[in-house]
């Protein structure tokens, strides 16, 4: 293509010979730091990417900062399905926090040369992103932890529309005092959640006392410290939107040992729809997440850029709804 | 080293070029399927192994058949942890059936060439052995579903010893007709469970209806049937194991649609100790099985096996341990 840098220039410019360009591109180890630095600025300075599909690993990378959630489980069924049926194989790899994954985890990634990435609750730093840039590796996010850059591709569920449909749900069944506990406060996800809680309240003319709004963790230990902070208030909640299925069954614990029997003393509102959620006692009531969905289109949106189109969109939001079940009824006469 | 044939050798003796044998080496796909049996079954009369270890990707394979169980998350972390830690990752294949993954699966783990396969729940077929062994690609299995061959290394845990321990413990609470809900017939695990059962139950004196004796398929909807006929029969049992914790909460499920209460009605212990077990309502008595640290161990052995070592042993079974919590009480007067 006319106007296309070749690898020859950006060589010749960075006083380096093109064998150490295509180790740099490739992660391998053995370029000094301070070269491979002056080789990243260059490869960035150019904008250049990488052109040829054929030197990708059949390989998808798939990128969490812990597994422990119930739900990762349904997001890596997501990712699987999609990339077998492309002929992938699936790179777990546990790394970071929920912000962005360990620095050193790049390097790996460059080495192994995936067809593409996909980062479940971590947003991805500048100097990351431009390494996968400049090695024509696409990435997409799944669900990311704060306000992910707007250039960033990812797939989120309607967290705002899912705490509306829960408070609503209570406010129908006749509660006035609900509490909310979400997950923690920097997480865009928390806020929305308890952004729709609040506009519920609101439009059914309810007041919200500020002490019914707790950030947990999203755990169920969270879930029950806080459900327990909440049920030792003067005037205790008569419902709690728990924010996840874990703090759910946290605050279920914690009712139970204020011996609250739930719903009857205490309802109670979950949110993702694990899989063990109609397996509980009482069967939980729920907002849907399509977390298997969520895993599924990021991988598609991952493989279509892989092939060299563009995404139709940056921000794609699945559908949550909620699910009804043994958790909630009308609060106590 | 001497005796030990060469490649240039079988290429010679098989009729193809050096390229040929390297290509079918490294699961590349050029190849005629004539000629690469050919070539396969040269490799396997001579015995031959790849001895480099420099030719090895820093890749762990991890295979599963199903993810859907809550414990399949254990496994992941403890393989994620040990390979993490010799700098390797993880490629995660969800493939074939218990007993084996499907045949496909292989042709991508030659092209990858990992340091090491662990499999959890599958056997592996005579051919698939034949291939890694010829490749040089140690492999073990995590809890295999039947009867492991000697001479494939693997690592479970104690589940006669769980069934017996989970059975007295029932004895010991004062209940007499005691009955099991166990896995599929065609598991090592469950029936060695199910032994346990009937061996404690022997060993206190008391007579085992075969009515109560039933084979589940370790989820909550095959533990919830299962439960629902035993609490049918004419004098139905006062406690359950149920065999795995999924199945516990489907028996807890099946107890409450039949206005039975738990523990005071009926008692139950799961098997496995998933995250959630203490947090189910009631909090699940159950027998622990050290998921995580069977992950862990297996993929210490391949790694072991990975720089040349031989396995101590073929076969390790860790300690499993019971856990009592409140789902199970003295039997109702």
């Known amino acids: ?33 301070t070269t491979r630095a002056r080789v990243e600025e260059h490869l960035n300075r150019h904008g250049y990417t990488r052109r040829s599909t054929q030197q990708h690993a059949e390989l998808i990378e798939l990128v ?11 997001v890596v069924e997501g990712v699987e399905d999609v990339a077998a049926a492309a002929g992938m194989s699936v790179v777990l790899t546990v790394s970071g926090n929920r912000h962005s994954p360990a620095p050193d985890w790049i390097e790996g990634v460059l080495r192994r040369r995936p067809a ?8 991805i730093s500048a100097p990351h992103r431009e390494k996968l840039r400049t090695r024509g590796i696409p990435f997409a996010i799944v669900d990311p932890a704060g306000d992910p850059s707007p250039d960033v591709p990812s797939v989120g569920s309607a967290n705002w529309a899912g705490g509306l449909a829960a408070t609503r749900h209570l406010i129908d069944l006749g509660h006035r005092r609900i509490a909310a506990i979400t997950g923690p406060e920097d997480m865009m996800c928390s806020l929305a959640r308890v952004d729709g809680y609040r506009s519920a309240m609101n439009a059914a003319g309810l007041p919200i006392d500020e002490a019914w709004i707790r950030y947990g963790d999203f755990h169920p230990g969270g879930g029950e410290a806080r459900a327990r902070e909440l049920l030792a208030l003067p005037d205790p909640p008569t419902a709690i939107f728990a924010g996840s299925d874990l703090q759910a069954l946290g605050t279920i614990s914690a009712a139970r040992d204020a011996g609250l029997s739930v719903p009857s003393d205490l309802s ?3 949110y993702d729809d694990i899989a ?4 509980m006692s009482p069967q939980l009531t729920t907002v849907h997440q399509p977390l298997r969905r969520m895993g599924e289109e990021a991988t598609r949106l991952v493989l279509r850029m892989a092939q060299g189109a563009e995404p139709d969109t940056l921000r794609m939001d699945l559908a949550t709804h909620l699910v009804v079940r043994g958790s909630t009824s009308a609060p106590p006469a």
Chains 1, 2 share one sequence.
């Open 1 to 33: 293509m006319s106007g296309r840098i070749t690898l020859a220039e950006i060589a010749a410019e960075a006083g380096v010979s093109l064998a150490t360009i295509s180790k740099v591109l490739n992660g391998r180890s053995d370029v000094a730091a």
């Open 116 to 123: 593409g990435v996909v980062l479940v609750f971590s947003d």
């Open 276 to 279: 063990l959620a109609r397996w």
């Open 268 to 270: 109670v509102v979950g």
């Open 64 to 74: 969490f900062h812990e597994l422990e959630s119930s739900w990762s489980m349904q």
